[in-house]
């Protein structure tokens, strides 16, 4: 088990950190017994390309997390209001994030479901769902309901990253 966690924690450790760890008989030998293939740099900048792009959407949890990635956030969110319930919805989601992603990171997107997180809905005044608001600064600067096509996701994206 504990072999297994150090294995995952060196997995996903970047090309700096593997330059800083430390050399020491005992792990490079528990490295080389385990047969765990050791990161390129390249294969490391993958990895991390990889990450970021999975970071560009992401899930709340609560309202505090709410705040921090979303109304503290650098960057233009889109706030995605769905729930599981909710067919249009489950077409929208990833339509969005495919859109998302084409900005290469510069926009992000946050998925609230309206039945863990009622007071976040409310707030923003979310009635029906899909509900998608672009949120910069912590100030809305644009909002849609229902379902778009790719092309009508696409413009909608790039005007509020403002191209």
């Not at 765990?36 to 970021?52: I, W």
Request: proline share 4%.
């Amino acid at each position: 088990m504990a072999h297994r966690l150090l294995v995952r924690r060196f997995w996903t450790l970047s090309s700096k950190d593997l330059r800083c760890l430390p050399v020491s008989s005992s792990f490079s030998t528990s490295l080389q017994s385990s047969r765990v293939p050791v990161l390129s740099r390249s294969r490391s900048r993958s990895l991390a390309l990889a990450s970021l792009r999975q970071a560009a959407s992401f899930n709340i949890q609560d309202h505090d997390d709410f705040d921090v990635r979303v109304i503290k956030s650098e960057l233009p969110v889109l706030v995605d209001f769905h729930a599981q319930w909710c067919g249009p919805c489950k077409i929208l989601g990833p339509r969005l994030e495919k859109a998302v992603a084409k900005q290469n990171g510069k926009v992000t997107m946050a998925k609230v479901d309206i039945d863990d997180h009622t007071d976040l809905a409310i707030e923003y005044g979310v009635s029906a769902v899909p509900t998608v608001i672009a949120i910069r600064g912590g100030d809305v600067i644009d909002h849609f309901v229902g379902i778009k096509d790719d092309d009508e996701l696409e413009s909608f994206v790039s005007k509020i990253i403002g191209k």
